[in-house]
């Protein structure tokens, strides 16, 4: 099993931690501070990216993903010198995908063609919503038309550019959704990720929600439909989802996510990034500080932001594969899952699955349906042994 990563590939994660301002719906590891100290960061990116090199000489990488936070934050000058030592570490895909995080205000929009020519190849960009109502409840900084403009202005200096819409927000209906999904549909988007609203613990709308202040969410019958509405006019478009909350048109699927999907070998690099590695045969699990300071603080004293690295036993594979693959529309193979897991998916469960119309069985392959990945975790929590 020591080369099975090799199915998914090998990628690299960068989190730079830094926002303008929280917002409410947001769970990431994202801090607002009034000052960053970029020499200090770029230093410590720079000794990580040496230290996971040095653990992964000779590896061919895939994708390089600048994720936060907002990494549209960072100045361009920081982004290609963090290119260039990667460069000088790595054999580079000759695809390889390089993406940044970018939120579609009018500052970070004029700085695009910079980061064009830092290596970026890609900007995944936070539009969150198309109307003005929507962006402030959800405590964006950017209106419609910024948005508008910035997209104008990463069409113009990359090939791909990716486009975040989140739905079931507060008092949407589902002929509102509906309308938003085919006006963004005509700004020539080849990439959605179409994420439903979902409350989490420790933000702002947690604690409203917890106290009946958080109005005008809707119910979960409708949050359903506009998922179902979301696949069929996305496929009517020409981007069918290729993932639960991804829709691409044909070769513009997400190269990063797709390592994290077929279960592939990621190094995570930043306060909080975690990752997959294969050392010496062993799939293990590592971790970071989530402070930003005492991950800079670690990395400058210790030499390493890690804080944990476990080895993941067979078992706990297996299940983070079914996890992520069955995800995916290709689905899995079951041959891979039982050299994992050391035995095979149980035969009548997925029988069961197949004629619930949740699963099918075809070509080697165990897919879910449309309606089986609305209940993916209910179907996985059937396959898990």
Request: contains cysteine; proline residues 3%; negative net charge.
């Amino acid at each position: 099993m020591s080369d099975d990563w090799k199915n998914g590939g090998f990628g690299l994660y960068i989190h730079w931690p830094f926002c303008a301002a929280k917002c409410p719906y947001c769970d990431f590891n994202s801090h607002v501070s009034a000052t960053v100290d970029e020499q200090r960061w770029q230093a410590a990116l720079l000794s990580e990216i040496d230290r996971v090199g040095r653990l992964t000489e000779g590896r061919l990488l895939n994708s390089v993903f600048f994720g936060g936070g907002t990494p549209s934050l960072m100045s361009p000058d920081l982004v290609a010198v963090l290119n260039a030592r990667i460069r000088d570490t790595w054999v580079l895909a000759n695809d390889v995908e390089i993406t940044l995080e970018a939120n579609p205000t009018s500052i970070e929009a004029g700085r695009f063609r910079a980061y064009s020519e830092a290596g970026v190849n890609r900007i995944s960009m936070g539009m969150q919503a198309l109307n003005d109502r929507d962006l402030k409840a959800l405590g964006r900084m950017h209106s419609v038309e910024e948005g508008r403009k910035a997209f104008d202005i990463a069409r113009n200096n990359f090939d791909r550019v990716s486009f975040d819409l989140i739905y079931a927000r507060q008092d949407q209906t589902l002929s509102d959704w509906r309308r938003e999904l085919n006006e963004a549909l005509a700004m020539a988007v080849d990439h959605f990720s179409l994420y439903q609203l979902t409350i989490e613990d420790g933000t702002a709308f947690g604690t409203r929600h917890a106290s009946g202040k958080l109005r005008g969410l809707p119910t979960d019958d409708t949050a359903a439909d506009m998922y179902l509405v979301t696949q069929d006019i996305c496929a009517a478009a020409g981007l069918p989802a290729y993932e639960v909350s991804n829709h691409a048109r044909n070769g513009c699927e997400s190269r990063h996510n797709l390592v994290y999907w077929r279960y592939g070998d990621y190094a995570g690099i930043g306060p909080g990034a975690h990752g997959r590695l294969t050392l010496a045969g062993q799939r293990i699990a590592t971790d970071t500080e989530k402070s930003p300071d005492a991950w800079l603080t670690r990395v400058e004293r210790h030499g390493s932001g890690e804080i944990d690295r476990s080895a993941l036993p067979l078992d706990e594979q297996a299940t983070e594969f079914l996890l992520f693959n069955l995800r995916l529309t290709e689905g899995l193979d079951p041959a891979r899952y039982a050299a994992l897991a050391g035995q095979p998916l149980k035969r009548d469960t997925l029988l069961d699955l197949e004629r619930m119309e949740l699963l099918t069985l075809m070509n080697d392959r165990v897919t879910a349906t449309d309606s089986g990945r609305a209940v993916l975790n209910a179907v996985i929590r059937e396959l898990m042994p």
